[in-house]
T-cell receptor, first 114, second 114 residues
Framework: SQQGEEDPQALSIQEGENATMNCSYK?????LQWYRQNSGRGLVHLIL?????REKHSGRLRVTLDTSKKSSSLLITASRAADTASYFC??????????????FGKGTHLIIQP | NAGVMQNPRHLVRRRGQEARLRCSPM?????VYWYRQLPEEGLKFMVY????????ESGMPKERFSAEFPKEGPSILRIQQVVRGDSAAYFC????????????FGPGTRLTVL
């Protein structure tokens, strides 16, 4: 599997339910970021979690990071129809300092049924 | 504070023509990244630039593709002699600093090669 691989590939839930998406990666990282992309649009930055953090919250979003398992999860609580989108995790590899390009997975396509 | 600007939003070229994609980073951002997204895929890193310097072009195809970020003006991604396989969405992102970077994405340029 490639760096920053999300699962499931697709998720369909009822409005009001919680949605959980997972991401696995292979190499050591500086940080991990989650992005949302609506169909045919650009990416919206949701949250960044650093390698020394374990959990982070932003509104209805909760992100966890387990560096020992090289995995992260994104939880969206009380989902809304407007949350329908593709969600990507992206990792910034720990290559000894300095910036690198992000490595993206293929994404989880989330559909919220009204 | 305007976000990352990309133009054109849509670009149609015939095989063999040149494509020029422009990216203006957010105000105060001096780091620019280019990514390519094929249909139903995640984003693939292409190149990372700072003003007048290419920092990392490890994701850039060796031929026909070039990028620049001059002292004045936008960053340019140039594709010479386009082929149908170049059809994709090209996204630009910028960040204020290189380290522990939180990248902000533009709306993308959708290139179609006929």
């Amino acid at each position: 599997s490639q760096q920053g691989e999300e699962d499931p590939q697709a998720l369909s839930i009822q409005e009001g339910e919680n949605a959980t998406m997972n991401c696995s990666y292979k190499t050591s990282i500086n940080n991990l970021q989650w992005y949302r992309q609506n169909s045919g649009r650009g990416l919206v930055h949701l949250i960044l979690i650093r390698s020394n953090e374990r959990e982070k919250h932003s509104g209805r979003l909760r992100v966890t990071l387990d560096t020992s398992k090289k995995s992260s999860s994104l939880l969206i609580t009380a989902s809304r129809a407007a949350d329908t989108a593709s969600y990507f995790c992206a990792t910034d590899a720990d290559s000894g300092g300095g910036a690198d390009g992000l490595t993206f997975g293929k994404g989880t396509h989330l559909i919220i049924q009204p | 504070n305007a976000g990352v600007m990309q133009n054109p939003r849509h670009l149609v070229r015939r095989r063999g023509q040149e494509a020029r994609l422009r990216c203006s980073p957010m105000k105060g951002h001096s780091h620019v990244y280019w990514y390519r997204q094929l249909p139903e895929e995640g984003l693939k890193f292409m190149v990372y630039l700072q003003k007048e310097n290419i920092i990392d072009e490890s994701g850039m195809p060796k031929e026909r593709f070039s990028a620049e970020f001059p002292k004045e003006g936008p960053s340019i991604l140039r594709i010479q002699q386009v082929v149908r396989g170049d059809s994709a969405a090209y996204f630009c992102a910028s960040s204020p600093t290189g380290y522990y970077n939180e990248q902000f994405f533009g709306p993308g340029t959708r290139l179609t090669v006929l």
